[in-house]
């Protein structure tokens, strides 16, 4: 399953992701996210399980603001963690904030530079490219919330679509380049199908805490956190 959630996010800048002006999930040119954690996967055709702590960068290469809409060019994912190998490289999307709703829009580096160019040349969202996205986030999210509004199920009729299991207050007290005295909001989602589950800590005006996988079917799993975040 590729759940993204990249993520994400970063600075007051004219070239803010945001809603309404709120810095709510920024993202700004030249920004990076440093995540550490512990990875299990297999090889192909191997049935050693592997274990290791693997850091991980999610940077933000490029954005452009239009006139009711956000575009980020991004390098690296955490969904990249999701079915680790050691050749895995980091993937290359779009990013983009249209009314309240974030869409991840996948593909290979050519296809993106592409489609980023025509965005910013135009000043538009192609046709029918959001219909293809995968929501991946959206704003004022309270305890209960789900997205996308429609979703698929499975044989054993789970849903598949992000749930807000939880919002509470945190302070970042481990995380180089986040002011450690600034109390915080909060979100934990939660992505289950049949065959794996995924939990995401979101913090609005930060982006991604923590990112959680586990596969039911195989060794295939992660545990990452924000290490640092260079704005």
């Known amino acids: 399953m590729k759940i993204l959630l990249v993520l994400f996010i970063i600075c007051l800048s004219a070239n803010l992701f945001a809603q309404d002006g709120d810095n709510y999930f920024p993202l700004s040119a030249g920004a990076k996210y440093t995540y550490t954690g512990n990875v299990k996967w297999q090889e ?4 050693k399980v592997y274990d290791s702590t693997v850091t991980w960068e999610v940077k933000t290469v490029d954005v ?19 079915f680790y190998f050691r050749s895995t490289k980091p993937t290359d999307y779009l990013l983009i904030r249209s009314g309240n709703r974030y869409y991840k829009i996948p593909g290979e580096k050519k296809e993106i530079d ?9 000043g538009k969202i192609p046709k029918g490219l959001l219909a293809g996205g995968e929501i991946i986030l959206q704003t004022e999210l309270k305890k209960g919330d789900y997205f996308p509004d429609i979703s698929t199920k499975d044989s054993s009729d789970i849903a598949y679509r992000w749930v807000v ?3 509470g207050k ?9 002011n450690p005295v600034e109390q915080r909001t909060l979100c934990r989602l939660v992505y289950i199908t ?6 995401v800590d979101f913090v609005p005006g930060v982006g991604i805490l923590n990112f959680k996988y586990k596969h039911n079917g195989s060794a295939s799993s992660c545990d990452m956190k924000l290490v640092e975040f260079v704005k």
């Open 170 to 178: 945190i302070n970042i007290t481990d995380v180089k380049g986040v």
């Open 114 to 122: 592409d489609l980023f160019n025509n965005i910013k040349g135009t």
């Open 44 to 47: 192909v055709d191997d049935p």
């Open 194 to 199: 049949n065959p794996d589950e995924t939990s």
């Open 64 to 82: 452009f603001t239009g006139k009711d809409f956000s575009a980020a060019k991004m390098e690296g994912s955490l969904d990249d963690m999701t």
């Open 165 to 167: 299991d939880g919002i």
